[in-house]
């Protein structure tokens, strides 16, 4: 089973809806047990960092995950649970991740406006990832964020230009991050979700 792992801060109906039209079977838990034993996991989020990493603590679903990460099933991440996977957050403070991936997170500090809300589309930087095989360049998807990952973009397969370089899917190894909402993103979300579906079933 796909577990979509609930700690409280995510559209998790909207998510699990999502998957489904990629017919992705998913439950939603935190159960530790399900999400060791989990086919593939699915990291939801919206918020604040730090509340979705003081839940996490809380919930005591952080080394769980990271392990599950070392047995080489995929993980993805969506919107604040992509930023997650980062060492840490600079969001009303300063805030370790889960260092899945090496970058930290900061303020979209830039001229044009924030949140950057809404459709943007995709600039493929890694054209033969297995991710990008349904959807064409200049698709567009759906974003909502205040913040960004900033790194080496060594784990970059697409960004979105929105007068700064947005990381919008990355990759490492077995982790993937999408920080737009691929559930809200129509037949190109969908199509997306596809691809992933194939890695998960290899």
């Known amino acids: 089973m796909n577990i979509i792992v609930d700690y409280g801060l995510g559209n998790l109906g909207s998510v699990s809806r999502g998957f489904a039209r990629a017919n992705i079977d998913t439950k939603i838990s935190r159960d530790l047990e399900e999400i060791k034993n989990a086919d593939s996991l699915i990291l939801p989020g919206v918020g604040a960092y730090r509340d979705a990493v003081k839940a996490l603590k809380d919930l005591e679903l952080i080394e769980p995950i990271k392990d599950f990460v070392k047995t ?18 600079f969001e009303y403070g300063e805030y370790e991740g889960l260092g899945l991936i090496e970058g930290n997170v ?21 054209k033969d990832d297995e991710i990008l095989k349904y959807i064409k360049e200049d698709s567009y998807v759906y974003f909502v964020h205040s913040y960004f990952a900033n790194s080496s973009n060594k784990e970059l397969v697409a960004y979105a230009q929105y007068e700064k370089k947005i990381p919008a899917i990355v990759r490492k190894d077995n982790v993937y991050g999408l920080q737009f909402h691929p559930e809200k993103s129509g037949e190109v979300g969908q199509n997306i979700l596809s691809a992933y579906k194939e890695l998960i079933v290899k």
């Open 72 to 89: 080489g099933k995929y993980m993805i991440g969506i919107c604040l649970g992509m930023q997650l996977l980062y060492e840490k957050s």
């Open 106 to 126: 900061e303020f979209l500090d830039i001229d044009l406006k924030v949140p950057h809300m809404g459709w943007n589309n995709l600039k493929f930087e890694k």
